[in-house]
Structure formats: structure tokens, C-alpha cells
């Protein structure tokens, strides 16, 4: 495989893009909504607990950037637009099982709204002008909630959103999601640790990347996300070594051009300090996930399947390569 981004490239894209992501951090929002607070005591987790908003839209929004703000304890969230139909009932705080939520459906069903950043109390997801996501009439907000309280008395918290929507004649880009998920972690105990996996997206190669979010928990150390090119070089679309509690999220100003590569490349890193290998899941666990949005017109979604430890490298840091498992491609409407 050939070199990625030299290091000192890297470090100057990266001040350019903060530099932009100040500009687009502006927000003047035409929306804002404030979920029921959450009651969670002291040492507690809540997870399989979801919370909805019905929008009662009868036009299309074209949202532009969506901040969210919490009280503390979110650990983190997963939100999608779906038609009103979908899950029935009041809207509020009801349980993800008993209405069949699970988040590629909702994917599917209508498209990714938001995802937080682990546990960060204010994060925006902003676009460049002209790029949206276009909710259709009659929709609503859903999302699966993980909140874990390490504080030292019982707290009432609940999470907010401001959108920013902009009129239809602003519009020049309709953004789609694409999300890859590694669930074959097994994380070397006392020792740091990186897992990569390739997978072809089988659509149409030429489109962009406007935006990018990684997702760790404690432990993670470490993203990369590259374009891989026929001839098996790489290109860095996203890089960071960043800990929880800060946005993990950035604008790609100017998008990130596909130059005809059919393959996505992700690279999680972690340090264990604990004596135990960690697996994929919740608290006390590890995952290695993205959410970014293309001008591609499909949702695109993609799996892991068996994972191969290669051994430390001459840093020994423990290498592991993880194949690609199901890759799912859906035209959008």
C-alpha cells in the first residue's frame, strides 16, 4: 500500500478546516426542540431507551445544520427522520424494543439526522451552503439514547436541538449518509491497538465527501478514514488522534472528491490500559463506527466480517486487518 497523507500535510489541511469550521459554526436556527428530561442515579446506565419528535412538517425541510446540547450523562445518540407512520405511538421517551427501532431500519426508512459525539454536551453538525439534507413531508425524529452516569448523585438530564433550515432555492447539493461499522474488535489488553477495514461501496466512484464523524469510546486514540484507489494507494479523507468528550466530527471545506476510487478505507486506534482484551459494545466496551454524507445517491451502509491479528508493529502497536462483511448500497428517492 502506498504512503497516505505526509504528516505535516495533514497537520495544515486540518488547521484549514478549523479554520473554515469557525465559519460554518455559525447558527441561526428556525427550529428548536428540547426532549423530556431523563431521570438517571448515580453510577447507572440507560441504553434500548428511545425518544421522538414529530415534526408535523406538510413541506419539505432542508436543513443545514443542526446543533445538539445535553445536561450531561449522553454518552451518545444516534438520531434519523422517518415518516410519521413509522414507530407508532406518543411521541416522547418509549422503549426502542417494543416498536421495533433499530437504526439501519430507520436508515432505510428515511435517512440519518444526527450523531453525537461521545460524550460531548454541545456539538454542531454543520454543511457547507448549499448542502442539505432534505426531509420530506410528514416526518418525525427518532433515536436511540445511551446515557451513563459517572457522577456521584442521581442527575435529571435532557438533550436539545436548533436547526438551521434554509428556502428550496438555496439548495444545490442533497447529502446522503454512508456508515461503516467494525464490531471485530478485540482489543489487546496493557498495549495499543489499530484495526482497518476496506470495503467497495459498488456505486458509481465519482462523488464527494462533505462531511465526517468518527465514534470511539474511552479508549479510542485514533481515526482515519482514506479514498483506496485502484492501484491500492490511499488517500486520507479524515485523520485525527482525539479523545471522548470533544466533537469528533468535521466539515470538508471544499468536499473531498472521490477521483473514480470504488473503495472506503476506516482505521480505529485504541490504547487498553485495562488487563482485560475489550470487545465491541456499550459501556465498558469499545466500537469503531463513521457517519459521514456524500452527494452520492445512494445510503450506503457496510459490515465487518472476520478480523485477523497481524502482531505489533516495528512502534508496537498491536495491527489487526478486519474483512469487509455485508456492504448495503440503497438507491436514494
Same mark, same amino acid.
Given at each position: 500500500m502506498?504512503?497516505h497523507t505526509?504528516?505535516l &500535510? ?7 478546516a478549523?479554520?473554515q ?6 447558527? =441561526?436556527?428556525?427550529?428548536s426542540?428540547?426532549?423530556e428530561?431523563l431521570t438517571i442515579d ?5 441504553s ?8 408535523d412538517?406538510?413541506? #419539505? &425541510?432542508y436543513?443545514?445544520?443542526i446543533r445538539q446540547?445535553n445536561d450531561?450523562?449522553?454518552h451518545?445518540?444516534?438520531? +434519523?427522520f !422517518?415518516?410519521?407512520s413509522?414507530?407508532?405511538?406518543p411521541?416522547?421517551t418509549? *422503549?426502542c424494543d417494543?416498536r421495533g427501532f433499530?437504526? /439501519?431500519a430507520?436508515a432505510l ?5 444526527f450523531?453525537q459525539?461521545?460524550q460531548t454536551f454541545q456539538?454542531?453538525?454543520? +454543511?457547507?451552503?448549499?448542502? !442539505?439534507?432534505e $426531509?420530506?413531508p410528514r416526518?418525525?425524529i /427518532?433515536g436511540? !439514547?445511551h &446515557?451513563v452516569? /459517572?457522577?456521584a448523585g442521581?442527575?435529571?438530564?435532557? &438533550?436539545?436541538?436548533d436547526?438551521?433550515?434554509?428556502p428550496e432555492e438555496?439548495v444545490?447539493?442533497?447529502?446522503r449518509? $454512508?456508515?461503516?461499522?467494525n =464490531?471485530?474488535l478485540?482489543i489487546?489488553?496493557q498495549a @495499543?491497538s ?6 467497495d461501496?459498488g ?5 464527494n465527501? %462533505? %462531511? /465526517?464523524?468518527?465514534?470511539?469510546h474511552e479508549?479510542?486514540? %485514533?481515526?482515519?478514514l482514506? +479514498?483506496v484507489? @485502484?492501484d491500492?494507494g *490511499?488517500r486520507?479523507i +479524515? @485523520?485525527?488522534?482525539?479523545? $471522548?468528550? @470533544? #466533537?469528533l466530527g468535521i466539515?470538508l471545506?471544499p468536499?473531498i ?13 485504541y490504547?487498553n490500559?485495562? *488487563?482485560?482484551?475489550?470487545? %465491541?459494545?456499550l459501556?465498558g466496551h469499545?466500537?469503531c463506527v463513521?457517519l ?6 445512494y ?5 465487518s466480517?472476520?478480523n485477523?491479528?497481524m502482531g505489533?508493529?516495528?512502534d508496537g $502497536? ?5 474483512a469487509?462483511?455485508?456492504v448495503?448500497?440503497?438507491?436514494a #428517492?
Open positions: 502506498q504512503p505526509p504528516p &500535510l495533514l497537520c495544515l489541511c486540518y488547521l484549514a478549523c479554520s469550521q469557525a465559519e460554518v459554526a455559525k447558527i =441561526t436556527p428556525t427550529m426542540h428540547s426532549f428530561s448515580a453510577g447507572a446506565e440507560i434500548e431507551v428511545c425518544q421522538s419528535w414529530t415534526l412538517n406538510d413541506e #419539505p &425541510l436543513v443545514a445544520k446540547r450531561g450523562a449522553w451518545h445518540s444516534n438520531w +434519523f !422517518v415518516p410519521e413509522e414507530y407508532p405511538g411521541d416522547g418509549w *422503549d417494543e433499530h437504526d /439501519v430507520a426508512a428515511g435517512g440519518a439526522f450523531a459525539s461521545t456539538e454542531l453538525q454543520a +454543511f457547507q451552503e448549499g448542502a !442539505v439534507l $426531509i420530506p416526518h418525525k /427518532v436511540g !439514547v &446515557l452516569n /459517572v457522577s442521581a442527575l435529571d438530564t435532557a &438533550l436539545s436541538f436547526i438551521e433550515t434554509v438555496s444545490r447539493v442533497r447529502l449518509p $454512508i456508515a461503516f461499522t =464490531t471485530a478485540d489487546e489488553p @495499543e489499530r484495526f482497518g477495514m476496506t470495503c461501496i456505486i458509481p466512484s465519482d462523488y465527501i %462533505y %462531511y /465526517v464523524l468518527a465514534h470511539y479508549w479510542g486514540n %485514533y481515526f482515519r482514506s +479514498f484507489d @485502484e491500492g *490511499d486520507t +479524515f @485523520e485525527l488522534s482525539n479523545s $471522548i468528550g @470533544e #466533537p466539515t471545506d468536499p472528491n472521490s477521483r473514480n476510487a470504488s473503495k472506503l478505507r476506516v482505521e480505529c486506534g490504547i490500559d485495562t *488487563d482485560q482484551p475489550l470487545t %465491541y459494545g459501556a469499545e466500537m463513521f459521514a454524507y456524500s452527494d452520492a445517491d445510503k450506503i451502509g457496510a459490515s466480517g472476520d485477523t491479528a505489533p508493529n516495528e $502497536i498491536y495491527m489487526n486487518e478486519t469487509c462483511g455485508g448495503l448500497a440503497v438507491p #428517492p
